[in-house]
């Protein structure tokens, strides 16, 4: 699987969830947002995690999904949604390997920041990826979400 960028469809991937495995393409109908983050309750994840939270009903007012993944398990996200009011899904990516696939890649050792919005059709209208603008993950993603609609 190369990089996934701007124009290209929705991998055919299969992430773990709360309930089970979780195919990204089932969403597949509505817009999507789709942000990978290094790991639960550290500095910046909380931030972005947080500001996703704060405009969640902008995303869902506009037809859109958000999806959190990374490679912390269900019992780490879990907490991390508990503890921070969190009303999206966060799956998570054994070993980071659809991370890695997508071209998440992160600093030192840890893992990238990277937001990806598709359209009804599964289609990436958009790739943000910086480990550092936390917010502005989520302030890309709501306009195009709102370009779509």
Known sequence: MAELEQGDPMPDVTLTGPDGPVKLRDKIGKPLV??????????????????????????????????????DDAASHDGFKAKHRLPFTLLTDPGGAVAKAWGVRGLFGVGGRVTWVFDKAGVVRMKFDSMIRFGKHVDEALEVIRKLV
């Open 34 to 71: 789709v942000y990978f983050y290094p790991a639960d309750n550290t500095y910046g994840c909380t931030k972005e995690a947080c500001a996703f939270r704060d405009q969640y009903e902008d995303f869902t007012a506009a037809g859109a999904e958000v999806i959190g993944v990374s490679a």
